[in-house]
């Protein structure tokens, strides 16, 4: 792993750490693993920080999961019907087999 990305890593660690659970506390105090909360006080470019380096990974991965997401969700509404009437479907434009009457909508 590249500095910028362990930088940005860590950065995302931070952000996860201040941030504040449905029980009103910050993730911080969530953290079980003593030698974690250790390593993420020494955290340096220096110091062997495996666990960090694990939790780092995780929060990549987590911003990964969350983009993921979020194209699923632009590519579903893209594909989405504007308006569900007769005027913007298939139907409008081979109705002069139909006998039906189509009401027209005037804009």
């Given at each position: 792993m590249n500095k910028q990305i362990k930088?940005?890593?860590?950065?995302?660690?931070?952000?996860?750490?201040?941030?504040?659970?449905?029980?009103?506390k910050k993730n911080l105090y969530n953290i079980?693993?003593?030698?974690?909360?250790?390593?993420?006080?020494?955290?340096?470019?220096?110091?062997n920080?495996?666990?960090?380096?694990?939790l780092t990974q995780v929060m990549i991965y987590r911003e990964q999961l969350y983009n993921?997401?979020?194209?699923e969700i632009k590519k579903e509404n893209r594909n989405r019907v504007l308006f569900e009437g007769p005027i913007f479907t298939q139907q409008w434009?081979?109705?002069d087999e139909s006998t039906d009457n189509i009401e027209a909508y005037m804009f």
């Open positions: 930088q940005w890593g860590w950065g995302l660690i931070k952000d996860w750490l201040n941030e504040i659970n449905a029980d009103g079980m693993s003593e030698p974690l909360l250790e390593e993420l006080i020494a955290a340096n470019d220096v110091v920080v495996d666990r960090v380096m694990a993921v997401k979020v194209k434009f081979h109705d």
